[in-house]
């Protein structure tokens, strides 16, 4: 049973790193989440909600993943982006509470790409 005003709350951060749904859940693999990949056969449909779900899911969900690709679209027409010495290879990440962090500083540099030095 649970408490009158007791709230819950669903672990997201543990659903998302579950190694059952996640074979190496803290590698970065975007592969795993196109419709080739094997695991997308066998996983659970709600072992990602990064916004939630239902009735109460995030109400600006549309909106931040519009204005996620339309950033990196920009960034990567504009830009020549290149890994700067002092960045350690392969990348460790470290278990915060939200999102997944690199251990150490990572040091990139963006390269303004040729057609954009002619049209200045």
Known sequence: ???????IVVPIWQLHRDPEQWPQPDKFDPDRFSSDAKATETRHPM????????????PGMRFA???????????VKNYRLEVCEGTPRPLTF????????????VYIKAVPRESNLKSS
């Open 1 to 7: 049973m649970v408490p009158k005003d007791m709230t």
């Open 47 to 58: 072992s990602y909600i990064p916004f939630g779900a239902g009735p109460r899911n995030c």
């Open 65 to 75: 993943q519009l204005e996620a690709k339309l950033a990196l679209a920009r960034i």
């Open 94 to 105: 470290t278990i915060p509470t939200v999102a997944i962090n690199p251990a150490t500083p």
